[in-house]
Structures are given as C-alpha cells and as structure tokens.
C-alpha cells in the first residue's frame, strides 16, 4: 500500500469534466511532479488534493486514511502557493508562526520552530521584515518556511517558480531539491515547465485534459514515452517526429517526408502507419550497433553554450542533432549523420501510443 | 519636446495666462462655495440689532459668542428650553453604534460575497445592490409599522435600527468590491494553515481593510448624522436627533427670528462631519480610487 492513494478521483465543474478518473500512487518520501500543459487539471488536482476543492467522484487516501471528507487544516498537508500567499498585514516571523499559532502551539517552542526553520532557509535576518519589503526570491524561501514548519505529512508546491526570473529559478530549483533530500518530505509539485519535472522528480505523472498520459521516472518518460503527447511535451527541443508508412517487407518504414526508407528494429505488419520519434541525441556524429547514415542540409546552426544543434533538412521535415559545443559547422553546408535506431520510439500514427 | 510642453517648462507665453485663467476660475468658484459658510459663521458672531441693521456680508462689528451659547444650553426648541445639546447627543448616540453595525456587517458581507461563494450568491448580492436605489419615502410606512412591532417606535435603537438596514446595501457593495480584488490564496492558504472563518476574517482581512473601512466610515456618518427624513418620521420630542431639532429650532415661532442663533446651531449641526472629513478626507479620496480602480 502507497503512502498516497488517488483512485479514480473526478472533478465535474459546470457540466465540464476536469478530471476523468486520476489514479496516482506515490511512496513515502517521494517526490511527485504533476505536469501538463495549462487547463489539463493539474491544479485542479492539487486544490483537491489539499481540500481547497471538493472532488465530485473518487477517493484521495493518505497513509491508508481517506482525507477526501476532511477539513483542509486536518489533513496535515501544507502548500506552497503560486503567489507565496504570504499575509500581507504580518512580519515574516508571524507569517512563519501562524499555522503553529493555529493549532494551538505554546509561544516559546513557536519561537524555537520559526528560528530552526529560518535556520534552514537562511532567512534569519528577514524576521522582522514585512513581505513587502522582500524580493521575489525571499518571498519564496518564506512561503517554503511557512511550509516546513509544521511538518507536515505532505507538501504541496502549486507552480512555486514561476514568478521568479530566470537565474532565480535554477537556484530554488536546486533548493527545492536539496530540501527534498535532506528533510525526506512527501512532495507533489505542479508545474508546467517539463525541465523543472526532469529535474526535480523522482515520479512524474503528464496530464492532458484530465486524462493521465503517463507515470514514471523521469528516465522512463524520457526514453520511453508512452505516446506522442509525451514525447512531444516532455524534452528540449522536443523529440524529432517522423511519420511514415511500413514497407512491403515490414522490415522498414518510408517516411513521410520525402524519399527515405529507415530500417526498424522489429518488423511490423506492411502498410502500417507508423511515427518515428528520434530524441536530438540519437541523430549525431557517432555510429551505433544499429542505424542509419545520411547526408542532410544544415539550415539552422544552434550552440548553446554546453551543446550545438543542428536543425537538418531531412525532405519536408526538419530534424535536430545533438553535436558537442566545439563542433563548427555554417547552414547551407551538407551534414553527415548517423540516425541510432537503437534510440527511436516507434508510435502508431493513429492511435498515437507507442508500439516499439 | 514639443513647443507647447518647452512653454509650460519655461513658465512663459500662452502657458502662463491659462495658469492664469485656471487658477482664477478655482478661486472664484471656491468664493462662491465658501461665501454660505462665511455668512453662517459671521452672523452668528452678531448681535440681533446688527444683523437687523446691517449688511449680511459684513463682518461682525462686535463678535460676541452669546448666541453659540444660547443655541447650546438654552435656546427654546418646542416647549424645552436647555438649547440643542441634548440632540446633539441623541445624534451621537444614535451614528456612532449605526456606523459601526453597519460598517461590520458591511465587512462581513463582503467578506462571504467574495470568498464563501454559495449558490445563488450573484442573486443576493444583486438584491442588496438594489437596496441602494429604493427611494427612502416608499419604505417609511412599512418601517413604522416594524417598528412599533418590534417595540422600537420613537426610541434612539429604533432609529440605529433603520439606519444599519438602509446603509447594509451600501456597506456591503463597498466592501464586496474592495474583497474582489483580495487573493483567494490568503484565504485558502489561512485555511490550510489551521484558521477558521473569523480568524481569517480578523487576522487576514481586517487588518489590509483600512482604506475601504475610512471610505465607509465617512459615508454612512455623514449620511446618518444628515439624515432628517427617518429623524423625523421615527423619533418625536426629546428623542429627535439634531437635524429634526435644528429644524424646530428654526421654526419655533415664539418671539423674534434668533438668526445668530439658528446660524450658531446649524454650524454646530454641520461641525462633526466636516471635522471627519478633514481628519479622514485624504484616506476618503485615497480609498474611493482604490475601489474605482480595483473594482
């Protein structure tokens, strides 16, 4: 039995469905990144999760115990707010303080939990001060201050970067990340930036209009998306599409794009249509055990700093290589490349899952 | 920088005769607004037999206070003659617990409006919107008849009573539109945080309300201190508030027209709101453009 339980959990709001029957599991400890693109329900998850809305259908058990009919305060779950909902009226001490003084806590051990946990995110210093008077990414440590300092079973993060710039954002991603390790908190996190999901997550569950599309590690959604939703959403720049037709033999696939013929790993029945995903990776310099060479037209050159991308005119299509950051090379020039189909993810064009 | 703006930066040419004519057209239609309140306060520093005789612009020849005393602590107003003191507390008496009832339910109102949403809430709100419009006249029948049933009929509770039904309209329009704009995620955060419905309503709203609670404040005082209609429809004799005895005092018809008198008192009548207004003025207009905007 997971430590959290979503069964089947719907969310009905004006006749439109939200949520279409979400079932999650997460253990102790984990941390679970929700993401999707905007209106897929993530958030809508995450309010019921936390007892902000109630669901219409399904069941949330934490720790074995439904919590759907529990008061948001009693279910033991904090939340780190989009906007940092930090009280605008209290010093940042009060702020820190004021779900202890909730539940009743005796001053001086409040005093004594506010100053550890100030401790931890290096805000002693800001105490006194009124939000305000904060920067954005102090607003955010005492968001997560007031978080931590009940404890609580479960941590909610609802888009916790996105107000900050981009420099900020690396940084408390990493902080994020090194809370996790270090206190060992349950965490959900909705976002969705899919490079803050690879990075953080030890779960990730994709979202689409309700529906989920995929669970997994990050490693497993990376590699082996379980259709072309997730392949396309999750990875920068997006994994290479490539739609075509199997061959007579169902040895090959004749790609859409133009007059080329791409051997398959396991033949599949002949006339099948079929979509070949290449990550940027898998189409290089370097050869594979199995795969294809070609020579491509360079259009767009890319470097971005740790790596250089080519964009390659392969027939109607444009496909992006990976090349290490010290490789030149100027558009218009003809590129040889060797696609590793040991890498490729094959799709059914149709249905969009993935097949191979 | 185009010509126009270089003259305005330079304080020459066209640009200084519309300072000119700017600032002439303010003082003289601040004179004309100024020149009641000049000619209250000038005669009732006047003496009856220089007010008779003189010119009502002129300035008193000999300021005497006499009659700010009599208009206090004796003038006749019906068959009492101890002046128009004791109204004077009737009316403080009767805005003081009416503002504040008001103004808290107001809040209150507000704060459910905006962040309790229940079915139908468009529906209420809608309707105590439409409290704002109904013309006091046509509700004075059936307020009296309330009244007297709830055994409120010329009483100072009676007449705090009407006064917080007539201004919740108000109140609670303020204060809904002021709690529109305030981040659901406070409220929602204080839930998960442990707080109850008051909690949150004390420790989270209350305390980012000042501008909306000066707004409503100075509303409702001037409106229920002025007020004459309800005064004298619900309250007789030594309940009356001030307006309605200001009004008797003026038109007791035994002896000669104490004109310095009547002027005295009716300053005295006016005194409280125009003292709110300069304390609070400033938070007033401050708090109006908040709503305006935010709402």
Known sequence: MAFIEIDNLERTIGGNKILKGIDIELEKGGFLVLVGPSGCGKSTLLSAIAGLQQPTGGDIRIDGDSVVNLHPSKRDIAMVFQSYALYPNMTVGENIAFPLEMAGTPKESRAQAVGGVAKTLQIEHLLDRKPGQLSGGQRQRVAMARALVRKPRLFLFDEPLSNLDAKLRVEVRAEIKRLHQNTHATIIYVTHDQIEAMTLATKIVVMKDGIIQQAGTPAQIYNTPANMFVADFMGSPAMNMLPGTVTADGLGVALAAGNFTVPLASPLAPGRKITLGLRSEAIGPEKSEFGIAMDLPVEIVEPTGSDLYLWLRLGSALVSARFPATFEQKPGAVQPVWLDLTRAVVFDTESTARIG | ?295
């Open chain 2, 1 to 295: 920088m185009s010509a126009q703006e270089m003259a305005i930066a330079t304080g020459a040419g066209p640009a200084r005769w519309s300072r000119v004519v700017i600032y002439g057209l303010l003082i003289v239609f601040a004179l004309f607004y100024l020149t009641p309140l000049f000619v209250m306060l000038s005669t009732s520093f006047k003496t009856l037999d220089e007010i008779r005789a003189g010119n009502i612009i002129q300035l008193p020849a000999h300021p005497t206070a006499d009659a700010w005393g009599k208009a206090w602590g004796s003038a006749c107003i019906g068959v009492t003659c101890e002046g128009i003191r004791g109204y004077f507390w009737n009316s403080i008496k009767m805005v003081v617990p009416a503002v504040l009832i008001s103004t808290v339910l107001g809040a209150l109102n507000g704060y459910v409006l905006t962040k309790w949403r229940f079915p139908g809430h468009k529906i209420v709100f809608g309707m105590m919107l439409f409290a704002c419009f109904i013309p006091f006249q046509s509700v004075l029948i059936p307020m009296a008849r309330v009244l007297g049933a709830l055994g409120l009929s010329n009483s100072t509770a009676g007449l705090v009573l009407v006064h917080v039904i007539y201004g919740l309209g108000f109140t609670t329009l303020f204060f809904r539109n002021y709690y529109d704009t305030f981040p659901t995620e406070l409220i929602q955060s204080a839930q998960m945080d442990g707080a109850g419905f008051f909690t949150i309503f004390r420790r989270i709203l209350l305390p980012s309300s000042a501008p909306i609670i000066v707004v409503t404040v100075i509303y409702q005082f001037t409106n229920i201190w002025n007020d004459f209609l309800f005064g004298v429809s619900f309250s007789s004799g030594d309940n009356s508030p001030m307006t309605v005895a200001l009004n008797n005092l003026v038109s007791s018809s035994t002896g000669v027209k104490e004109y310095n008198v009547d002027m005295a008192a009716a300053v005295i009548a006016a005194l409280p709101t125009l003292i709110v207004y300069v304390v609070a003025g400033r938070y007033f207009m401050r708090g109006l453009m908040a709503g305006a905007i935010k709402g």
